[in-house]
């Protein structure tokens, strides 16, 4: 499938709801896309249906898709397995993306259950998006700063407090479907403007991700 196809939903059918779906998850980051998603995978909806697997294996994206590989290849049970990674802009060298990024995208491609998520520039981006539409290119440094702006957030925990509310992975999972239609408006926008990867900054993939689980995108 292509990296700008819409997955479809891997929900089982009702004549069949014991038996579930199983999703591995590799994640680039080891702290804030762990968190995220093992708040996602508490939800009712998503116990019930699905059996998702964060892997203890981060790093590169070219390091995910190798593991994903052999994962798919090794166990019959994964239905699907999922790289969540970045595109990197650092300030000291913007251009200075994931080394092999799109040689990785390309990969994923041509392979049957493998799928990528991706943030551009980081991950922050797509957490940035369950509070607002941020339309401004960012840099690596940009999007922490206005993510740690926005939930009191300090280094790489979801956990902060802004005001009188508290933030953690809870609070981000019940904003998804905030952020799934800021990150559709950002494809959208791309689209219009004919921004192509990797130069479609800001945007986010993860929208893909929430919508195969079948949570409100």
């Not at 009702?14 to 896309?33: D, H, M, P, S």
């Amino acid at each position: 499938m292509g990296r700008h196809d819409k997955p479809k939903s891997l929900k089982r059918s009702r004549g069949n709801r014991k038996e579930k779906t199983v999703i591995a998850l590799f994640t680039e980051g080891e702290v804030t896309e762990v968190e995220y998603f093992n708040a996602i995978r508490r939800l009712p909806a998503i116990r019930e249906r699905f059996r998702l697997d964060i892997e203890d294996l981060h790093g590169a994206p070219s390091k995910l898709m190798k593991a994903a590989i052999h994962m798919k290849r090794a166990d019959k049970e994964v239905d699907q397995c999922w790289c969540v990674f970045d595109v990197e802009w650092p300030k000291s060298n913007p251009k200075a993306h994931h080394p092999g990024v799109e040689d990785v995208l390309r990969d994923a491609d041509g392979r049957k259950g493998i799928e990528c998520a991706v943030s551009n520039p980081t991950f922050e981006l797509w957490l940035i998006l369950h509070h607002k539409l941020e339309r401004r290119a960012l840099l690596n440094e940009k999007a922490e700063d206005e993510r740690h702006q926005l939930d009191g957030s300090k280094g790489k925990s979801l956990d902060g407090v802004r005001g009188k509310i508290r933030y953690d992975g809870d609070w981000y999972v019940g904003n998804v479907s905030t952020a799934c239609r800021n990150a559709l408006k950002l494809n959208q926008l791309h689209e219009n403007n004919a921004n192509r990867f990797p130069e479609n900054n800001p945007s986010s993939s993860v929208a893909h991700l929430m919508q195969v689980l079948g949570l409100d995108c």
